[in-house]
Every structure is written in C-alpha cells, then in structure tokens.
C-alpha cells in the first residue's frame, strides 16, 4: 500500500516563507538553498509556493478530469460525428499523468 500525503490544504510558514505547512501547522515540506543569497531567496519562496498548492491542484486535476469523463464518456470524445480515443487528446493524457505521479502510480 502507499503511504497518503500529508493531507491538505497547505500553505506557507507564517515566518519562514520557504517551509511549507499544514493547515494544523505539521510540516510537509522545507526548501534547500542559502538563504543569505538574494538570487536563490526568491527561487526557494516560489518553490514552497508551487508545493502549497500541491493539494488544491491534485483536487482540481481530478475534478477536471471526472467533468472531462462525465461529459463525454470515459471511453472517448465524439468529434466530427466519430469516436476518438482519449489517447489522442494529450491534454487528458496529461492530466492522467500529473495525478498518477502524485498519487506514486502509473497512469
């Protein structure tokens, strides 16, 4: 079995804005780099930004996908009166993807 994430939502330290936490305050995640560097600062900041909202953006990948799936059939897209797979659409393809690799399976 995989272990579960740390369930969200996260956001950044009230302090220190390259630790991300969750909202009870555990800590997820911190980032690596000197914190005396005024180039690599801005580049930590951004990173703990992107990991905060990893969970609202897993959210919004699956929700995506069920309303791509519930609209057209999980078999295919009719377009031009035919049936294409939903292997032909890399965008869908994608989405399968991003939430297989966060979820530590193959899509």
Not at 31 to 43: L, R, V
Request: overall charge negative; glycine content about 10%; hydrophobic content about 45%.
């Amino acid at each position: 079995m995989t272990a579960q994430h740390t369930p969200g939502p996260w956001r950044l330290h009230p302090v220190n804005d390259t630790a991300v936490i969750a909202m009870d305050g555990t800590g997820v995640a911190g980032m690596a780099g000197d914190y005396d560097d005024t180039d690599t600062w801005p580049i930590m900041e951004a990173n703990a930004r992107l990991i905060a909202a990893a969970p609202d953006m897993l959210a919004a990948c699956k929700g995506l996908l069920d309303i791509i799936y519930d609209s057209q059939g999980v078999a295919g897209w009719h377009m031009n009166g035919a049936l294409a797979t939903w292997d032909e659409f890399e965008d869908v393809a994608a989405l399968e993807a991003a939430i297989a690799k966060a979820e530590g399976s193959t899509p």
